[in-house]
């Protein structure tokens, strides 16, 4: 990947990969971690208020014969809706998430995964996602999702845990703030 433009349902500027600018994902997670042989591995691009995954399903991750598990569907879509804040700095936990999937997803064809910010009420934090085709952009599942703000003993506990949060994120918000200014100065 080159970080340039690449294809989304349209060209958009990439703006940060986390794991290039120092995320930590030696973890255990199910959906981002590195260390769990049967996760997802996931690896986001970020923005303001959004987050995006590229993801090919394995067949350990099957419902159906050729189909992924509507559980693993709901999991990258939590999970990439999750890092749409989480890249932020804000720390947050799912209290609601509703799924409608609306065709099969493919094993073994790349889909891709967006989530984004849609409401930021303090206490709550209100978000939507998308699994789509990669190859033509039809929409496969939706899904909008509630978080909670994680208790700041939680947050600060999870902090020692993945050591080197706040410096990954400054990088993350330094490049998602040069790419806004970049495409500020560009309309005018």
Request: proline share 3%; glycine share 10%.
């Amino acid at each position: 990947m080159d970080h340039g433009e690449r294809e989304v349902r349209r060209a958009r500027p990439l703006v940060a990969r986390l794991l290039d600018l120092g995320v930590d994902f030696e973890h255990w997670c199910f959906a981002c971690g590195r260390l769990n042989p049967s996760g997802l591995q996931l690896d986001f691009d970020v923005s303001t208020n959004s987050a995006t995954a590229r993801y090919t399903g394995l067949q350990r991750h099957q419902g159906y014969d050729g189909s992924l598990h509507g559980g693993v569907v709901a999991a990258l879509l939590d999970e990439t809706m999750g890092w749409a804040i989480f890249h932020q700095g804000i720390w947050g936990v799912t209290a609601k998430l509703e799924v409608t999937f609306k065709r099969p997803v493919p094993v073994g064809e790349e889909i891709v995964v967006s989530g984004q910010l849609v409401n930021d009420r303090g206490r709550t934090i209100e978000t939507k996602g998308t699994v789509t085709r990669s190859s033509d952009g039809t929409v496969l599942a939706e899904a909008t999702a509630i978080f909670m703000r994680m208790p700041d003993e939680r947050r600060a506990e999870l902090e020692k845990r993945y050591s080197r949060t706040d410096e990954a994120f400054a990088r993350v918000r330094a490049a998602v703030a040069a790419e806004t200014q970049h495409e500020e100065h560009a309309r005018t």
